[in-house]
């Protein structure tokens, strides 16, 4: 039996996931977390063989909740999942210690053999993503500018964007207010940008952020 935790902020997309996981006599969900905090408290009582991780939710986010988690127990692997494909995230998250990515709009059959492959010790990539990862490792003058950016100033960048302000950010990630503008004012040297504003627009540009959650 393959022991699962659900980590996402959305209700709807959990139950969605739950039912799908539930057809699967193999599969047993254990523990349903609504952010990064407890996804990693849970998997410290559950230790569960697979947590299906979403890169963006509240408090310490799916990013650092893949660290914690991996750092705490090899036994247990880390899919991530996000609304975007684009890089870097995906490279960030496997990165992170993820034994796999996935997109939200994944067919439930990709979904089920993703879980079977990580819980196997097989690393899980879409195979265009995959392409895509390989690419850009040739190619080092990508002309996405987040590529620069390290793993925490990825994820103070997308709080940024959907409009958390730094005293927040730096409670949720358990650092200083003075520490988060250190990262905040490096990441717009880095991306040649001034502003929150700014960093949204190139975001958006970037297909990093939905317009339609802004």
């Excluded at 990539?125 to 392409?131: D, F, Q």
Aim: glycine share 4%.
């Amino acid at each position: 039996m393959i022991k699962i935790i659900l980590a996402d902020d959305h209700d709807l997309v959990r139950t969605g996931i739950r039912r799908i996981l539930e057809d699967v006599e193999d599969f047993a969900v254990v523990a349903e977390a609504k952010n990064g905090e407890e996804a990693v408290q849970y998997c410290r009582k559950n230790a569960p063989d697979v947590v299906l991780m979403d890169v963006n939710m509240p408090g310490i986010g799916g990013l650092e909740a893949t660290k914690k988690v991996v750092r705490m127990s090899e036994n247990t692997r880390v899919i991530c999942l996000s609304m975007h494909k684009e890089h870097p995230i995906p490279s960030q998250v496997m990165q992170a210690g993820a034994f796999g990515f996935l997109t939200k709009d994944a067919e439930p059959e990709e979904m089920i053999n993703a879980i079977y492959k990580v819980a196997a010790g097989q690393k899980y990539l879409p195979a265009e993503i995959a392409h895509n990862i390989a690419l850009s490792k040739l190619n080092p003058d990508s002309d996405n500018p987040f590529d620069c950016l390290s793993s925490r100033e990825l994820n103070i960048a997308m709080r940024l964007t959907r409009g958390q302000k730094v005293p927040e950010i730096a409670s949720e990630l358990s650092i200083n207010a003075k520490t988060v503008n250190t990262y905040r004012y490096r990441m717009f040297d880095k991306l040649g940008v001034s502003t929150d504003v700014e960093l949204t627009h190139l975001a958006l540009r970037h297909k990093l952020i939905d317009p339609n959650l802004l």
